[in-house]
């Protein structure tokens, strides 16, 4: 009996956080993920289940190259920039990376005839919406340059499939939170910006006391909310949209949240419910750009794709496996300072 070969599939930005995930989810479908990336933020150790090949997305001539030597079915772009603040900062950064550096990679999957695109866009695209919870028709306005950089290829996408064929997924993500299951791979930056992490290494007190921003929302509780779904849900649903496409059945916009929001104050009620820990906390202004709640009406996803985000069934067990992989890595990285 002969096996054939796995069907390749092109993960920029497969060494990190959420693009690791996928990595995994692919593997475990069947297909063989070759990482794209260039490291900059990006774990060396997180490529696990496929080939590294180290390159940039601003690097079209090294993008053929790797397009070419893999014959990819298909590519999940994740590289990308994704910090609101520093996209109000330097805007120039952002529309380069995300903007330049995803038609880079849209032209490259055109030119070799890969037959789907699967794009990680952001609920950052909706802008301050008048409803939450936010279905995918909210009219679009984003209010920082970071949800501008990744509509932009929205739009791109929509032209390059009436033009060249492509068909697409736009995935806006609500908030992706927790780590592996398996405790294999999980979120490791060395700016660290996102809540749950912050939350966690304030209780092991690798990074200082969480600071609350903003207590003055209109809000039950004044903290803001957001909607917090597992990253092996996420990774699972670009696997389901990747088929979708393949199997000819459409492009696609889908919001990927759970439908649930929690305000700061709750993440951290939950944080310590699971750790038995107090969180050492100071309260400090809103952060700017920060909207009062971002939560998803998730029908469409579960609908289109007959998910069922079985690994955000609650915050709790959510922040479950973040704090187990936040001690892991804690373990790890103590254990090769004293080596
Ligand atoms: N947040 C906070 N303190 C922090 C980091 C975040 O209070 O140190 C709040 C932030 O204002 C937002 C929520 O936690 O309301 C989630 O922030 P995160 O940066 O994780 O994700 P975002 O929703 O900004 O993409």
Not at 115 to 140: D, L, M
Not at 167 to 178: K, S, T
Not at 262 to 290: C, H, M, Q
Request: aromatic residues 8%; glycine residues 8%; charged residues 15%.
């Amino acid at each position: 009996m002969t096996t054939s070969a796995p069907q390749r599939v092109l993960v920029t930005g497969g060494a990190g956080y959420v693009g690791s995930h996928a990595c995994k989810a692919l593997a475990q479908a069947g297909y063989l993920p070759v990482t794209y990336d260039n490291l900059s933020t990006g774990n060396r150790w997180a490529v696990r289940w496929g080939p590294l090949e180290l390159g940039d997305i601003l690097d079209p001539e090294r993008l053929q190259e790797v397009f070419q030597q893999y014959r990819p079915v298909a590519v999940m772009h994740f590289a990308a920039l994704a910090l609101v603040g520093e996209s109000m900062q330097a805007p120039a950064l952002y529309y380069r990376n995300n903007t330049v550096g995803a038609l880079n990679v849209a032209d490259a999957a055109v030119a070799h005839s890969a037959r789907a695109f699967v794009f990680s866009s952001t609920c950052a695209t909706y802008g301050e919406p008048a409803e939450v919870p936010i279905p995918e028709t909210t009219p679009q306005h984003p209010v920082n340059p970071y949800g501008a950089s990744k509509l932009m290829i929205e739009r791109v996408l929509a032209d390059y499939e009436m033009a060249y064929g492509l068909p697409h997924a736009c995935l806006r993500y609500f908030n992706a939170a927790g780590a592996d299951p398996e405790t294999e791979i999980g979120e490791c930056r060395v700016v660290e910006t996102h809540l749950i992490p912050l939350v966690l290494d304030a209780i092991l007190g690798t990074r200082p006391p969480l600071r609350i921003f903003g207590t003055d929302y209109p809000t039950p509780d004044g903290s803001a909310v957001r909607d917090y779904i597992h990253v092996a849900d996420l990774a699972d649903a670009h696997v389901a949209a990747l088929k979708h496409l393949i199997a000819g059945k459409g492009s696609l916009k889908l919001n990927l949240g759970t439908g649930r929001g929690y305000s700061v104050r709750e993440v951290v009620a939950s944080a310590e419910a699971v750790t038995g820990r107090k969180v050492p906390l100071s309260y400090a202004p809103r952060r700017p750009g920060d909207p009062p709640a971002l939560v998803a009406a998730p029908g469409r996803s579960v609908e289109v794709l007959g998910l069922a985000f079985r690994h955000s069934s609650s915050l709790e067990a959510v922040i479950e496996t973040a704090w187990r992989w936040h001690q892991h890595l804690h373990a790890t990285q103590r254990a090769a300072a004293t080596s």
